[in-house]
């Protein structure tokens, strides 16, 4: 509709979007014994309730289309590296990736090596999963970190210049 006096009205753009995969791969151990035993205090400064810390490395791989099983089994093998992942299961999560917005040099590579490995994959790239544990309560419970105590621990396991914190996996 052109009104008079005023330039044509742009017609609305179609956006159209191509559904994509994405696949998670559980990896290794993120936080070394050395490094969790360095962290602890300091989380515990943030809450007493925090009596430990582990993380492990989950790679996302995203693609067009589902993989096959033989291409998850090529990813699985070439994303199985490092100490396996011995800490807890469950926990306070706190999810460290790279800046959002941004495709890290770990991703561009693991791309690559990917594409040479005869995977039709979109990206890989590698996220960090911290568990804290927390005390429990003298009826077995626990009481979940308030949410400045969450935003607190997440600062102190991320660098706010590289890295993005993600309220789940």
Same mark, same amino acid.
């Given at each position: 509709?052109?009104? =008079?006096? /005023?330039? =044509? ?5 179609? #956006?159209?979007? $191509? =559904?994509? /995969?994405?696949?998670?791969? %559980? ?18 400064? *943030?809450?007493?309730?925090? $009596?430990? @810390?582990?993380?492990?490395? #989950? /790679? ?6 589902? +993989? ?17 992942? %011995? ?7 706190? *999810? #460290? ?17 990917? /594409? ?7 990206? @890989?790239?590698?996220?960090? %999963? ?8 003298? +009826? ?8 400045? %105590? ?6 102190? +396991? ?6 993005? *914190?993600? =309220?789940?996996?």
């Amino acid at each position: 509709l052109q009104r =008079p006096g /005023h330039a =044509p009205t742009a017609r609305a753009r179609r #956006v159209t979007s $191509t =559904p994509k /995969h994405l696949t998670h791969f %559980e990896g290794g151990n993120a936080l070394s014994g050395f490094r969790a035993q360095a962290l602890l205090p300091r989380l515990q400064a *943030v809450s007493p309730r925090i $009596t430990g @810390v582990a993380a492990r490395f #989950v /790679h996302w791989v995203c693609s067009d289309v589902a +993989l096959s099983h033989g291409d998850t089994d090529k990813l699985d093998a070439l994303l199985r590296y490092g100490d396996p992942y %011995e800490g807890a299961a469950d926990g306070t999560l706190i *999810v #460290v990736a790279p800046r959002l917005g941004t495709v890290s040099p770990w991703a561009s590579k693991a791309s690559d090596i990917a /594409h040479n490995c005869g995977l039709a994959v979109r990206r @890989v790239e590698r996220v960090t %999963e911290y568990r804290l544990t927390l005390k429990t309560g003298l +009826l077995g419970g626990n009481k979940a970190l308030t949410a400045d %105590e969450l935003t607190a621990a997440a600062a102190l +396991l991320h660098d706010r210049m590289t890295e993005s *914190v993600l =309220p789940a996996r």
